[in-house]
């Protein structure tokens, strides 16, 4: 079965720092772009960054670029994102999800998304 | 960035009704245009790829369409398990965006 689990969500203060990791199973991790898509409590879905199959090229949303890396260890079959300089709008609910064609060149629409992982950013 | 705006933000219907989402992007995005459903405390559903591709698995009451600037969403026949919110999402230009969401909720 093809799956994606994410952990590493919690309570962190302003300017703190998390990790997030997205777990894979079912499928060959290494063959896909993988995303980070979060969602704010009541909102709508933002799109946060994305990684090649090698993880040589990563695209941002403005909003957070300079704070915020996507990784991966395809060894491991999991996806990260580290989140420094954290902010209250930062708060959402973030998924890991997969893009839908294998071996591609350029980013695809995101067929498997995971359950999400809780981030809120409160003193 | 590309913006993308969809109409309605709600939409009340009836099981059986035909119901169209539009979802306008700020900037053309050829075909490079997905269509997620959502349900409250889930994770999206992908339905549509390419405009107009429906997803394996996804029920033949699902279509999309446009090109360019201008997209619709349909469902043919509403059923009890479409009620849900519905995204737009565009892939054509980084960084990707989704529209704000459409609510179709029970009349």
């Known amino acids: 079965e093809v799956q994606l689990v994410e952990s590493g969500g919690g309570l962190v203060q302003p300017g703190g720092s998390l990790r997030l990791s997205c777990a894979a199973s079912?499928?060959?991790?290494?063959?896909?772009?993988m995303s980070w898509v979060r969602q704010a409590p009541g909102k709508g879905l933002e799109w946060v960054a994305n990684?090649?199959?090698?993880?040589?090229?990563?695209y941002y949303v403005d909003s957070v670029k300079g704070r915020f890396t996507i990784s991966r260890d395809n060894a491991k079959n999991s996806l990260y994102l580290q989140m420094n300089g954290l902010r209250a709008e930062d708060t959402a609910v973030y998924y890991c999800?997969?893009?839908?064609?294998?071996?591609?060149?350029?980013?695809?629409?995101?067929?498997?998304w995971g359950k999400g992982t809780t981030v809120t950013v409160s003193s | 960035d590309v913006q993308m705006t969809q109409s309605p933000s709600t939409l009340s219907a009836s099981v059986g009704d035909r119901v169209t989402i539009t979802c306008r992007a700020s900037?053309?995005?050829?075909?490079?245009l997905a269509w997620y459903q959502q349900k409250p405390g889930k994770a999206p559903k992908f339905l549509i790829y390419?405009?107009?591709s429906l997803e394996n698995g996804v029920p033949s009451r699902f279509s999309g369409s446009g090109s360019g600037t201008e997209f619709t969403l349909t469902i043919s026949s509403l059923q009890p398990d479409d009620f849900a919110t519905y995204y737009c999402?565009?892939?054509?230009?980084?960084?990707?965006?989704f529209g704000q969401g459409t609510k179709v909720e029970i009349k």
């Open positions: 999800a997969r893009d839908r064609v294998p071996m591609a060149v350029a980013g695809t629409p995101m067929d498997v």
């Open positions: 390419k405009a107009s």
């Open positions: 990684i090649k199959q090698d993880g040589n090229e990563k």
């Open positions: 079912g499928f060959t991790f290494s063959n896909y772009w």
């Open positions: 900037q053309s995005i050829n075909s490079w």
């Open positions: 999402q565009q892939y054509n230009t980084y960084p990707w965006t």
